[in-house]
């Protein structure tokens, strides 16, 4: 069973990314979006790889006290699926 404290923020990251895709901003992430979908991801897959994106940002501006880095942002969304924590080789 999962923390509830988990829970939230999972559902809290998921919400950003909601956010993003209604918006259209940044436009990056709904392209993303239909990437992945294209790449046959799920929608709630392709939600879910975007939501690694989103946390790795949240966390890397708290743990670093550093302001948001749009462009690093968007080219971790670009990358996806590799995850934003692997290495240039692509493992982790």
């Not at 990251?13 to 392209?31: A, F, M, S």
């Not at 897959?45 to 006290?65: D, K, N, P, W, Y």
């Not at 302001?67 to 934003?84: E, N, V």
């Amino acid at each position: 069973m999962m923390n509830p404290t988990n829970e939230r923020l999972r559902q809290a990251i998921l919400t950003v990314v909601e956010q993003q895709l209604l918006d259209g901003e940044p436009p990056e992430t709904r392209l993303t979006f239909a990437r992945l979908q294209a790449q046959g991801y799920s929608q709630d897959e392709a939600r879910r790889l975007i939501g690694c994106v989103v946390a790795t940002e949240v966390f890397g501006v708290l743990r670093e006290s550093r302001k948001y880095d749009a462009q690093g942002f968007i080219a971790r969304l670009r990358a996806l699926p590799k995850m934003p924590w692997d290495g240039e080789d692509g493992e982790a």
